[in-house]
C-alpha cells in the first residue's frame, strides 16, 4: 500500500521514495522513522493532488486492533444499571476488513438496517512492550488518528457476553485520515473529539475526561498482550450515538458522518448499502 505525506496543498508520494527501505507505514513505525521520515520529507513538493488520491485504513495489516469500550462518564451512565464506572476498561477485538479508509462509504450489510456510530481517538503503538508501566506508556505511542467505530446494533446483542459480531461486519467502520506523529503528552491531555451527521453534533466530549487515560489504557492491555509496532487502539466513544435517540437515528445511504479531533484532522465517510455480488 502506498503512502505520503500531507501538505497544505497535496500529498507527496513517500513510497515512490522511500518504497524498497519501508514498504508501508507499518515497517516504518517499526523503523521508529515516522517522525524523521516527516521532516526529511517536508521540503518536497506534493506528487498528488487530494483528489486523486484514494485512501486505506493508514496502517495495512496489523497485528491487533483493540478497541475500549465505555471510556466517558456520560457513556458509563447511559446504561441506567446504577453502577459506577468499572475499575478495568471493557475491551473487544476489531478484524482489518472491517475498517475503511477516509472518503469511502461506511457500508450498511444486508442483514440489519441498525448501522450506528462511534467516533474516538485512535492510538498506534511504535514500540513493542509487555507489562508497560503506566510511567512509561506514552513512550510506546507512535502515531495518533481517528476512528469512525462504526456498529451495527442488533448484532452486539447476538449473545449473552459478546459484541464481536456486530463490530466486525465488512467496512461498516472507518480509520484515517492519516497518521499525526506523537511527539509529547500535551498532545493528549485534552483533545476535543466531536462527532456529525449531515452536519448537527451528535458526540463532542474531550480527551480530559476519559475514564481510563491512555496510559492506564496501554498498560493494561500490555498485561496480558504483547502490543507491537503497527498495533491499533480504539479509545471510546462519548455519549451520542444513534441508538440513544428515543426513537433510534441510524446510518442510512447518502448520510456524511464526520469525526473531527483538535490537532489530528477530520475522519469524513458517506453511507452506501451492500451491493449483493
Same mark, same amino acid.
Given at each position: 500500500m502506498n503512502y505520503g505525506l500531507v501538505k497544505d496543498d497535496g500529498i507527496?508520494?513517500?513510497s515512490a521514495r522511500y518504497g524498497e527501505r519501508w514498504p508501508s507505514l507499518r515497517e516504518v513505525i517499526e523503523a521508529g522513522a515516522l517522525g524523521t521520515l516527516a521532516e526529511e520529507a517536508s521540503a518536497?513538493? #506534493? &506528487?498528488?493532488?487530494f483528489a486523486d488520491v484514494t485512501y486505506e485504513i493508514?496502517?495495512?495489516?496489523?497485528?491487533?486492533?483493540?478497541?475500549?469500550?465505555?471510556? @466517558?462518564? &456520560?457513556?458509563?451512565? +447511559?446504561y441506567k444499571d446504577g453502577q459506577a464506572a468499572p475499575a478495568n476498561p471493557?475491551? @473487544?477485538i476489531r478484524f482489518p476488513r472491517s475498517f475503511t479508509g477516509h472518503g469511502r462509504p461506511l457500508i450498511r450489510p444486508l442483514e440489519s438496517p441498525q448501522l450506528d456510530y462511534e467516533g474516538e481517538i485512535v492510538i498506534v503503538i511504535g514500540k513493542s512492550g509487555?507489562?508497560?508501566? +503506566?510511567?512509561?506508556?506514552?513512550? %510506546?505511542?507512535? #502515531?495518533?488518528?481517528?476512528?469512525n467505530e462504526g456498529t451495527i446494533r442488533d448484532w452486539v446483542? %447476538? #449473545?449473552?457476553?459478546?459484541? $464481536?459480531?456486530?463490530?466486525? @461486519?465488512?467496512? $461498516?467502520?472507518?480509520?484515517g485520515p492519516w497518521l499525526v506523529p506523537y511527539t509529547d503528552e500535551s498532545q493528549l491531555a485534552d483533545i476535543k473529539l466531536e462527532t456529525r451527521v449531515n452536519g448537527e453534533v451528535r458526540q463532542s466530549d474531550r480527551t480530559s475526561r476519559m475514564i481510563f487515560? @491512555?496510559?492506564?489504557?496501554?498498560?493494561?492491555?500490555? $498485561?496480558?498482550? $504483547?502490543?507491537?509496532?503497527g498495533d491499533i487502539i480504539v479509545t471510546g466513544t462519548p455519549t451520542g450515538a444513534g441508538a440513544r435517540f428515543d426513537p433510534p437515528i441510524w446510518l442510512k445511504p447518502g448520510d456524511v458522518v464526520e469525526v473531527e479531533a483538535e490537532g489530528i484532522g477530520t475522519l469524513r465517510n458517506t453511507i452506501a448499502d451492500e451491493v449483493c455480488p
Amino acid at each position: 500500500m502506498n503512502y505520503g505525506l500531507v501538505k497544505d496543498d497535496g500529498i507527496v508520494d513517500l513510497s515512490a521514495r522511500y518504497g524498497e527501505r519501508w514498504p508501508s507505514l507499518r515497517e516504518v513505525i517499526e523503523a521508529g522513522a515516522l517522525g524523521t521520515l516527516a521532516e526529511e520529507a517536508s521540503a518536497l513538493l #506534493a &506528487d498528488y493532488a487530494f483528489a486523486d488520491v484514494t485512501y486505506e485504513i493508514p496502517i495495512p495489516a496489523p497485528e491487533k486492533i483493540i478497541c475500549v469500550g465505555v471510556n @466517558f462518564p &456520560d457513556r458509563n451512565e +447511559e446504561y441506567k444499571d446504577g453502577q459506577a464506572a468499572p475499575a478495568n476498561p471493557s475491551l @473487544f477485538i476489531r478484524f482489518p476488513r472491517s475498517f475503511t479508509g477516509h472518503g469511502r462509504p461506511l457500508i450498511r450489510p444486508l442483514e440489519s438496517p441498525q448501522l450506528d456510530y462511534e467516533g474516538e481517538i485512535v492510538i498506534v503503538i511504535g514500540k513493542s512492550g509487555r507489562r508497560i508501566a +503506566e510511567a512509561d506508556a506514552l513512550g %510506546h505511542i507512535a #502515531a495518533l488518528s481517528l476512528c469512525n467505530e462504526g456498529t451495527i446494533r442488533d448484532w452486539v446483542r %447476538h #449473545a449473552k457476553f459478546n459484541v $464481536t459480531q456486530g463490530k466486525n @461486519f465488512d467496512s $461498516t467502520g472507518a480509520i484515517g485520515p492519516w497518521l499525526v506523529p506523537y511527539t509529547d503528552e500535551s498532545q493528549l491531555a485534552d483533545i476535543k473529539l466531536e462527532t456529525r451527521v449531515n452536519g448537527e453534533v451528535r458526540q463532542s466530549d474531550r480527551t480530559s475526561r476519559m475514564i481510563f487515560s @491512555f496510559r492506564k489504557i496501554i498498560n493494561y492491555i500490555s $498485561t496480558f498482550t $504483547t502490543l507491537v509496532p503497527g498495533d491499533i487502539i480504539v479509545t471510546g466513544t462519548p455519549t451520542g450515538a444513534g441508538a440513544r435517540f428515543d426513537p433510534p437515528i441510524w446510518l442510512k445511504p447518502g448520510d456524511v458522518v464526520e469525526v473531527e479531533a483538535e490537532g489530528i484532522g477530520t475522519l469524513r465517510n458517506t453511507i452506501a448499502d451492500e451491493v449483493c455480488p
